[in-house]
T-cell receptor, first 110, second 116 residues
Framework: GENVEQHPSTLSVQEGDSAVIKCTYSDSASNYFPWYKQELGKRPQLIIDIRSNVGEKKDQRIAVTLNKTAKHFSLHITETQPEDSAVYFCAALDDYKLSFGAGTTVTVRA | GAVVSQHPSRVICKSGTSVKIECRSLDFQATTMFWYRQFPKQSLMLMATSNEGSKATYEQGVEKDKFLINHASLTLSTLTVTSAHPEDSSFYIC????????????FGSGTRLTVV
């Protein structure tokens, strides 16, 4: 099965700075890579995703890059704001199942 | 957009009793439902996958007789935790995939189960 590793586990950034979270996956057959934001006690919310035929995707302050050869993908949040504080999960889709990374707790300091 | 309603949001039950969690797709037909468990400060772990009208497929280490999954219709899937024990206390969340597949996975709002 798919194995997704995510780093770092915690990330503290000053408001306005950028945050970067990195994930690697093991199965080269995986073809869809979503990122989720989860607040305490809530459902994961899809914030951005990328398919395997695309190398980069951007949506306002959020961007995701994918390197299929190296089997890693990254989330970039620019101009961070206090409301960006949450747990972020990467995931990889293999055989119609989503495998999640361990999560990154992002804290944006005002 | 696609909506999955999950109930109850919170439940406290006594050890040894059973608890049923429901997930309903409100505006689409959920051909596949995924059930996850999430312990505090941990990731989502897939427990089982169910397709409408067929038996669920359980992940390794998940007891199928303890976590009963029913997906009898295209809009409703249930997870029953039987003979619950304190170690079953967790956040349970469903995710639905609609007809035609694609990449859309819609999460329910989750159920916080506490077994006392």
């Amino acid at each position: 099965g798919e194995n997704v590793e995510q780093h770092p586990s915690t990330l503290s950034v000053q408001e306005g700075d950028s945050a970067v979270i990195k994930c690697t996956y093991s199965d080269s057959a995986s073809n869809y890579f979503p990122w989720y934001k989860q607040e305490l006690g809530k459902r994961p919310q899809l914030i951005i995703d990328i398919r395997s035929n695309v190398g980069e995707k951007k949506d306002q302050r959020i961007a995701v890059t994918l390197n299929k050869t190296a089997k890693h993908f990254s989330l970039h949040i620019t101009e961070t704001q206090p409301e960006d504080s949450a747990v972020y999960f990467c995931a990889a889709l293999d055989d119609y199942k989503l495998s999640f990374g361990a999560g990154t707790t992002v804290t944006v300091r005002a | 957009g696609a909506v999955v309603s999950q109930h109850p949001s919170r439940v406290i039950c006594k050890s040894g009793t059973s608890v049923k969690i429901e997930c309903r797709s409100l505006d689409f037909q959920a051909t596949t439902m995924f059930w996850y468990r999430q312990f505090p400060k941990q990731s989502l772990m897939l427990m089982a996958t169910s397709n409408e009208g067929s038996k669920a497929t359980y992940e390794q280490g998940v007891e199928k007789d303890k976590f009963l999954i029913n997906h009898a219709s295209l809009t409703l899937s249930t997870l029953t935790v039987t003979s619950a024990h304190p170690e079953d206390s967790s956040f349970y969340i469903c995710s639905a995939r609609g007809r035609g597949g694609g990449y859309g996975y819609t999460f329910g709002s989750g159920t916080r189960l506490t077994v006392v």
